[in-house]
């Protein structure tokens, strides 16, 4: 299952990211500028259009996904330039713990936040 969400993180399909998620999901997430919480499937895949739709060029720098104890532990690190005809190429790594059955029950993530990539 989790195979399934890392994928979907990492090609940006977020109809399928979605199909991952239970209908009770939570997100608990610690970024810059702070921590916050999200519910829902519609919520937790906005968020992570939000971080990675759009934008002139999105590459996938490295991925992976194991299990400890009774959680999963995914990470991605992705290149990301914004939209903005003058933007540079921006980085970010981001970690997740995941509780799971046959979909995502929670997620608790820390993020580096976006770092220039010159």
């Known amino acids: 299952m989790y195979e399934h969400f890392l994928a979907a993180i990492v090609n940006r399909d977020f109809v399928g990211l979605g199909a991952t998620l239970r209908d009770d999901v939570r997100l608990r997430a610690l970024v810059p500028p702070g921590p916050f919480a999200l519910a829902g499937p519609p919520a937790v895949v906005a968020q992570f259009e939000q971080w990675f739709g759009g934008g002139r060029s999105f590459e996938v720098l490295s991925h992976s996904a194991g299990v400890?104890?009774?959680?999963?532990?995914?990470?991605?690190?992705v290149r990301r330039t914004p939209d903005a005809p003058d933007a540079s190429p921006l980085t970010a790594e981001q970690h997740a713990f995941l509780t799971a059955d046959d979909r995502v029950r929670s997620i608790d993530l820390l993020c580096s936040g976006w770092q220039d990539a010159r």
């Open 68 to 77: 400890v104890g009774t959680r999963v532990h995914a990470r991605w690190t």
